[in-house]
């Protein structure tokens, strides 16, 4: 039973974007909707951007929204506040009817509710950081002695304190991205929608700006849905992804289970290259503890990496135990260290004993 508490921030089912002519009948027809992306355009003209797609936005995580260019990301993303009109399905925000929402009530819910920060991040070029910050609660209608508090305390979160009086022209392009988030977050949204923030930057800048949303996020709690086409980005930053392909989400899970348990060859293929030993927790890779196990040895967090378990190991020489409240879980040694490292997955382990 769900309780008030455990109410999702964004609830979507069955969601579908269909770009073309009539394309209300697609998802209604069930030989149209079967149909793969080449077929459906040559029979009839049309795009499915976003076909099918279920999941929930939890409080307090970061939602990313992963795939390739062209599997749907935007579209889905920008769905979740009628930014497009999706063409079928529901959509919820807090319970709330995303579809049924009047314009007064649409508006209210992109300004207070749901901020969307995007790549170009659409900086007013004659005003300053402060009043560019502020601009978000002008439209508000906040007074200006308030907005220009509340930006100056959203400015100085970013790290941008001391720049308020300069124009965008005078910022990097990392800068700039950092008065596009102080904008978003000065309206207080409940949710965060990033749109790629980051792609055009260069890759140590980036860098920066995920340690800076990770560090928000931890700083804040709030709600964050981040696009992105970048797997490394997607495995920094989320609580969970979801998966795009052609339009569907293929897999959604944490980091660990996409990269621990791909759901097919397509996920499997994108997620080759990526080091398990950095994203395979000890909760997974850990086997039963012997009584004698379980009294001695090196104690790790569950949440623990598979490279954080082979540091404690090589400098106790005895397996590490991983401990829940005081209770242990289970111990990895070198050889369950080992399989995750080359790849072995936890399934293929145990059909092996
Ligand atoms: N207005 C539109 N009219 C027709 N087709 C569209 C429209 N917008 C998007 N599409 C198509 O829908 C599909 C998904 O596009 P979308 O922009 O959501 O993908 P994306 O994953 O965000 O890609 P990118 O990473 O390149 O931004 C693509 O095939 C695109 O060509």
């Known amino acids: 039973m769900s309780t008030a508490a455990e109410t999702p921030v964004f609830s979507v089912d069955g969601l579908w974007k269909v770009f073309g002519p009539k394309a209300d009948r697609v998802p209604a027809d069930p030989g149209l909707a079967a149909l793969p992306p080449a077929g459906l355009r040559a029979r009839t003209g049309c795009t499915a951007a976003v076909r099918d797609v279920s999941f929930d936005v939890r409080k307090g995580e970061v939602f990313v929204v992963m795939g ?19 063409t079928a399905g529901t959509i919820a925000i807090d319970g709330e009817d995303v579809r049924a929402m009047d314009r007064a009530r649409l508006r209210e819910l992109r300004r207070h509710r749901a901020a969307m920060v995007f790549q ?6 004659h005003r300053t950081v402060l009043d560019n910050v502020a601009y978000g609660l002008e439209i508000q209608g906040v007074g200006r002695a308030e907005r220009r508090e509340r930006a100056a305390a959203v400015v100085a979160k970013v790290g941008l ?3 308020e009086r300069r124009r965008p022209s005078q910022l990097s392009g990392g800068q700039r991205q950092r008065v596009g988030l102080a904008r978003a977050l000065a309206a207080d949204p409940e949710v965060l929608l990033f749109d790629e923030p980051f792609s055009a930057l260069d890759p140590l800048i980036r860098r920066d700006m995920q340690e ?12 964050m849905v981040f696009i992105t086409h970048d797997l ?10 979801a998966l795009m392909r052609d339009g569907r989400v293929v897999q959604l899970g944490t980091p660990e289970e996409i990269v621990g348990s791909p759901a097919d060859d397509y996920v499997r293929a994108f997620v080759r290259d990526v080091p398990r030993e950095q994203v ?32 404690a190991v090589a400098r106790a020489g005895a397996p590490a135990r991983v401990m829940d409240a005081g209770r242990c879980l289970g111990v990895v ?3 369950s260290l080992l399989a995750v490292v080359a790849g072995v997955t936890p399934a293929a382990r145990q059909e092996a004993v």
Do not use: Y
């Open 68 to 86: 390739l260019s062209g599997s749907g990301k935007s579209t889905l993303v920008r769905c979740l506040t009628r930014l497009i009109e999706p």
């Open 120 to 125: 170009h991040f659409g900086l007013l070029p």
């Open 161 to 163: 304190e001391g720049m």
């Open 212 to 223: 800076e949303v990770v560090r928000l996020h931890r700083e804040e709690g709030r709600t």
């Open 232 to 241: 490394s980005e997607s495995l920094r930053l989320g609580d969970r992804i």
């Open 280 to 311: 395979v927790t000890v909760r997974t890779a850990m086997r039963p503890a012997s009584a004698e196990e379980a009294a001695a040895g090196p104690a790790l967090a569950p949440t623990a990496t598979v490279s954080q378990a082979i540091e």
């Open 333 to 335: 040694d070198h050889e």
